[in-house]
Every structure is written in C-alpha cells, then in structure tokens.
C-alpha cells in the first residue's frame, strides 16, 4: 500500500489550500483514513479522519468549522480542504490509513508541507 499526498504549499492567512491523499495497491473499505500534523520538533497531532464506508468524521477541536475532510471512493483518495488558515496551522501534514474502524494506523504517506504567513 502506498499513500501519496500531495497539496501544500505557503499561503497567506486566511487563505484556502486542499491537500490529496491517494492510495494504491489497496483500500480501506472496512477502515478509515486520516490527516495529522506535525511541527518540527513536536510530536504529530491529529487533524481529521473519516470513515471509508460511511463516510463519518472527526476533527480536531481547533480546525473544526475550518478544515472539511472528504473521500472519493472511484479514486480512493481522501481530500483536506483547509479554508481560513492561520499561521498555527503550518506544519508538515501527513495522510494515513487504517484497515479497522479503531487502532493504529497501518500506512502512513509522505508529509506535505504547509506553510501560513501571517
């Protein structure tokens, strides 16, 4: 299994950025997927998750009603969308992936850096 993200970038605060999460060579149908972050030198945090059959989410108290979390079954990519970015959210954002609805995750992609000027 592979989990590619791809979406980050610098922009201003207040502004919108949309990260993607691809993964191949497997789906996690019976699972979930998720978004975390991390600072250098912090550990990495959650962001978000959703549910790959229904479709249910979570979020981390401080990016809920900013960022939405979504998945495209057809391309079994999970999307972040990131509106009204504040300088606390620049980190590097890693994807992953978990075969159960609870525990660990199994996979985790690459990070992408996201960057928010003030």
């Known amino acids: 299994v592979q989990l590619q993200a791809c979406g980050g970038g610098l922009v201003q605060a207040g502004g919108s950025l949309r990260l993607s999460c691809q993964a191949s060579g497997r789906i996690f149908e019976s699972g979930a997927m998720g978004w975390f972050r991390q600072i250098p030198g912090k550990e990495r945090e959650f962001v978000a998750r959703i549910t790959w059959s229904g479709g249910f989410t979570w979020y981390e108290d401080s990016v809920r009603g900013r960022f939405t979390i979504s998945r495209d079954k057809a391309k079994n990519t999970v999307y972040l969308q990131m509106n009204s970015l504040k300088p606390e959210d620049t980190a590097i954002y890693y994807c992953?992936?978990?075969?159960?609805?609870?525990?660990?995750?199994?996979?985790w992609g690459q990070g992408t850096l996201v960057t928010v000027s003030s």
């Open positions: 992953a992936g978990r075969l159960k609805i609870a525990g660990e995750y199994d996979y």
